[in-house]
């Protein structure tokens, strides 16, 4: 299994055309949740173009060297936002769908702590082939199951305490 390199522009290219997307697909959300860490620069930038509240949920899977070991699913037990109720319309995004189980837990979680929700859809920018998940919107289908190697992964060996940084 080959790696994908992402540069920031090609980061960047992928939320604008997944603001494409959902914009072409006519879907009246009113309320963005995103899920942090890998969902939280997706969600930031939908909500400014699509001028929509952002509600952030950490949630987690991945830990050991480099965040490459699959875990146990970690959801945290509230939402940050800055609205008085979550809303009825959600999209939920995140950087990608892996094995799919951060979304598919997630999803129920927010619908069973919030049954103001009538319509949840999700976005991803990278769909892999091994999810057992389909989002509603996605960037790429990855066929292949590579490891992505996002721009902002660079600071995951960037250490403040150490006396030689690993990160230019």
């Known amino acids: ?15 604008e055309q997944l603001a494409e997307r959902i914009f072409q697909s006519n879907y ?3 309320q963005i949740v995103c899920l942090a860490r890998g969902g939280l620069r997706v969600g930031d930038i939908l909500s400014r173009i699509f001028d929509r509240p952002l509600a952030i949920l950490a949630a987690s899977s991945y830990s050991g060297d480099g965040d490459r070991q699959r875990g146990k699913l970690a959801i945290a037990s509230q939402i940050t936002m800055t609205t008085e ?29 919030h049954p103001e929700i009538q ?11 091994c999810s057992t998940y389909i989002p509603d919107h996605y ?17 995951d060996d960037y ?3 150490t ?6």
């Open 1 to 15: 299994m080959l790696d994908l390199d992402i540069s920031w522009d090609e980061y960047h290219q992928s939320i």
């Open 28 to 30: 009246e959300f009113n």
């Open 85 to 113: 109720r979550l809303g009825d319309r959600i999209l939920l995004v995140d950087d990608l769908v892996d094995s799919g189980v951060t979304l598919q837990q997630t999803t129920i979680w927010l619908r069973d702590l």
């Open 119 to 129: 319509t949840l859809k999700t976005a991803v920018l990278w769909y892999k082939a």
């Open 139 to 155: 960037v790429s289908y990855l066929p292949n199951n590579p490891w992505i190697r996002q721009p902002f992964e660079k600071y």
């Open 159 to 161: 250490k403040l305490s």
């Open 163 to 168: 006396a030689e940084r690993n990160c230019p």
